[in-house]
């Protein structure tokens, strides 16, 4: 990306360093301005180069925070998961401890009812 930038404030550079040279007749003025268009390209360029560099560190921790966040979000999944497994199995168990609580009240009304 860097170079490809590089490259095209070359051409931008070199187009117009040579319509200036033709508008200008001193050679002197000439090469001076060429000689601060040149260093403003570098210049320019280094600060892409650097902000290239910030926006890929910036990249790189928006990647690693959705890698934690993923593993994260995985392990609540699994403990609702098993939240939901150790509700119903309770669930089930109350459910047969109220059966046998039935049962065990219909036999004492069946032998009451015998009784009399």
Do not use: H, P
């Not at 600060?47 to 609540?76: F, H, P």
């Amino acid at each position: 990306m860097k170079t490809l930038t590089l490259v095209i404030i070359a051409f931008i550079s070199i187009f117009t360093v040579n319509n200036y040279m033709y508008a200008t007749d001193d050679v002197k003025t000439t090469q001076s301005t060429i000689l601060r268009l040149s260093d403003d390209i570098w210049k320019m360029a280094d600060r892409i180069g650097e902000m290239a560099d910030r926006i890929l560190e910036m990249a790189d921790k928006i990647v690693k925070t959705q890698e934690i966040q993923s593993k994260n979000l995985e392990m609540t999944q699994e403990n609702i998961l098993k939240t939901l497994d150790l509700m119903e199995k309770s669930i089930d168990s109350n459910n047969d401890m109220l059966k046998a609580l039935i049962d065990s009240n219909n036999k004492v009304a069946d032998c009451m009812c015998k009784g009399k």
